[in-house]
């Protein structure tokens, strides 16, 4: 059993960063893939980004192409996630997602293809 575990949101001004951790205990990724997707309220769960964690192959949502980044720390078993240049709009719940084995790539994107969900961090950007 993975367990996943979000941290670093927060509030922020439109053009701050933030960065997002998520901690993995339970398993050690090896050929996991791992995203970030987020969920605004009265919105549907919005891909943000992935990694496929052995080759650190990435991938990104559209609307964050550009302003975030993500990365992975194999010693320390954690996903992150680099946000630059927020806007109101990336306001959400972010969570942190994983599956044991690699994602095909027309699947990185879809939320069901995950095992294993984090109990998500708030991030809010307004002035």
């Known amino acids: 059993q993975v367990q996943l575990a979000e941290s670093g949101g927060g509030w922020v001004q439109p053009g701050g960063s933030l960065r997002l951790s998520c901690i993995a205990s339970?398993?050690?990724?090896?050929?996991?893939?791992v995203a970030w997707f987020r969920q605004a309220p009265g919105k549907e769960r919005e891909f943000v980004a992935g990694?496929?964690?052995?080759?650190?192959?990435?991938f990104y949502g559209d609307s964050v192409k550009g302003r975030f980044a993500i990365s992975r720390d194999k010693a320390k078993n954690t996903a992150y996630l680099q946000m630059n240049s927020l806007k109101p709009e990336d306001t959400a719940v972010y969570f942190c997602?994983?599956?044991?084995?690699?994602?095909?790539?027309?699947?990185?994107?879809?939320?069901?293809?995950?095992?294993?969900w984090g109990q998500g961090t708030q991030v809010t950007v307004s002035s």
């Open positions: 339970g398993r050690t990724f090896s050929d996991d893939g």
């Open positions: 990694i496929r964690w052995r080759e650190n192959s990435q």
């Open positions: 997602a994983s599956k044991t084995t690699r994602p095909i790539i027309s699947a990185v994107r879809i939320p069901g293809q995950y095992e294993y």
